[in-house]
């Protein structure tokens, strides 16, 4: 299992982010993929999650209305949208698929939110 997250970066408060993570080593599109975040600190959190079919979907209640998560299963990917980004939006943030990953994380993606 391998997860590749990219997309991040410095943005204002207000901008937008697409995060994309291309995923291997699995059946991608036999399997629920999640996106988490972690700050210094602080236990890592679930902020979304997809069916393998992409249509049932869970997000962390402050993401919701501002966070995206998709999935293309013919290019082994999950994306995360996210406008509005607020400072408390800054973090690393990471996919997984929970079924699959045997606690296994990537590296992660750094999001920060400032002026």
């Known amino acids: 299992v391998r997860f590749v997250e990219s997309g991040g970066g410095l943005v204002q408060p207000g901008g937008s982010l697409r995060l994309s993570c291309a995923a291997s080593g699995f059946t991608f599109s036999s399997y629920a993929m999640t996106w988490h975040r972690r700050t210094p600190g602080k236990e890592r959190e679930l902020v979304a999650r997809?069916?393998?079919?992409?249509?049932?979907?869970y997000y962390l209640d402050s993401a919701k209305g501002r966070f995206t998560i998709s999935r293309d299963n013919f290019k082994n990917t999950v994306y995360l949208g996210m406008n509005s980004l607020k400072p408390e939006d800054t973090a690393v943030y990471y996919c997984?698929?929970?079924?699959?990953?045997?606690?296994?994380w990537g590296q992660g993606t750094q999001v920060t939110v400032s002026s």
């Open positions: 997984n698929a929970p079924s699959v990953s045997g606690g296994y």
């Open positions: 997809i069916d393998s079919a992409g249509g049932i979907t």
